[in-house]
């Protein structure tokens, strides 16, 4: 498919060829930014969601003949008669409060919706990226994580349905590629943030803002040692495109490797949102990682890519972007 466009004189001329994309969780957090940065290198995109955890507010501002949303449970039979170059598999609850209330839901997401969104790329020929995580490794014993890592998951924990779902969803990825020649890519994201993650979808970063935008106390679990790595949404976008236009197959780590404790973490929020807050401490959740950095080598070699926003600036941009009412949770 073509784009077109008319001059000044009337005269029709093509610009650069028109890939399609589908991206199911479009209308999430990493979701709807993937969306903006498609549209924005001229693909079209038909974003697939059932809003269990997605919202329409993330992609209300979109407007562009080349983007479609669908609503669409992917847990059931999908259907896309169009031609498709690009499949970029998002879809699943993933924070702790969504897949803990959601676990069969999830589990669902990670099997059937994958084999779904596997079948459809086998049939239009298309591209196909799972998105997996660095949940994938448990909390992990050889630091920092390798994409070679096996993992140490407790998969009968209270976490383990979203990362036994991610380690089946990689599985189920290779064997379509292995078998029957799908072309895969799998992406394993490390913390992300940025615009559009929910005040209360219950991870570090969107939980200290809240409560600093509301001079509340910050709430650090444990006693703040804990270390994660925390990449700025753009950085993450740009890694997971170049990742899908690559002919890499296997596993790709993709985040931030500068880690931080999250006692740090605390102090950089209260410090970039000028807060009166104070930091307080609760007990450590069960299988809560003591440790998460990637180790980027893979993506630096195969892709080109490295994050370029510091931790700092990212938190001011998501502050100046979002507003402090949406970060505050002012609207929930």
């Keep these: 498919m073509e784009r077109r466009k008319r001059g000044s004189d009337g005269s029709v001329c093509k610009i650069a060829p028109m890939s399609t994309c589908v991206i199911t969780g479009g209308a999430g957090f990493l979701g709807s930014h993937l969306c903006e940065h498609l549209l924005g290198k001229g693909h079209r995109v038909i974003c697939v969601d059932n809003l269990e955890t997605g919202s329409l507010q993330n992609i209300e501002h979109i407007r562009d003949d080349a983007f479609e949303f669908r609503n669409i449970d992917i847990t059931e039979k999908v259907e896309i008669p169009e031609d498709v170059d690009f499949v970029y598999h998002l879809a699943s609850p993933a924070s702790p409060i969504d897949y803990l209330r959601l676990p069969l839901h999830t589990l669902k997401v990670g099997s059937h919706g994958t084999h779904h969104m596997l079948g459809l790329a086998k049939w239009k020929r298309a591209r196909f990226l799972i998105a997996s995580t660095s949940e994938v490794y448990g909390d992990p014993q050889v630091h920092p994580q390798t994409e070679d890592y096996w993992g140490h998951v407790n998969p009968i924990g209270p976490r383990g349905v979203y990362d036994e779902a991610k380690r089946y969803a990689e599985a189920l990825t290779m064997a379509y590629h292995r078998q029957q020649g799908v072309d895969t890519a799998i992406v394993r994201i490390f913390n992300t943030y940025g615009p559009r993650m929910r005040a209360h ?90 440790q998460r950095q990637p180790d980027i080598t893979r993506a630096r070699d195969l892709l080109g890519w490295e994050p370029q926003v510091e931790l700092r600036e990212g938190l001011q941009r998501t502050i100046e972007q979002a507003g402090v009412e949406q970060l505050a949770g002012a609207s929930d």
């Design 201 to 290: 979808d219950g991870r570090a970063i969107p939980t200290f803002l809240r409560q600093a935008l509301k001079d509340q106390n910050l709430t650090v679990f444990g006693d703040g040692s804990q270390t994660r790595s925390f990449c700025y949404v753009d950085d993450l976008i740009r890694g997971i495109v170049a990742l899908a236009e690559s002919d890499v197959h296997t596993p790709v780590n993709v985040g931030n490797p500068n880690e931080f404790t999250l006692l740090e973490l605390a102090k950089a929020v209260i410090e970039v949102a000028d807060s009166r807050s104070e930091i307080i401490y609760e007990p450590l959740p069960v299988d809560d990682p003591q």
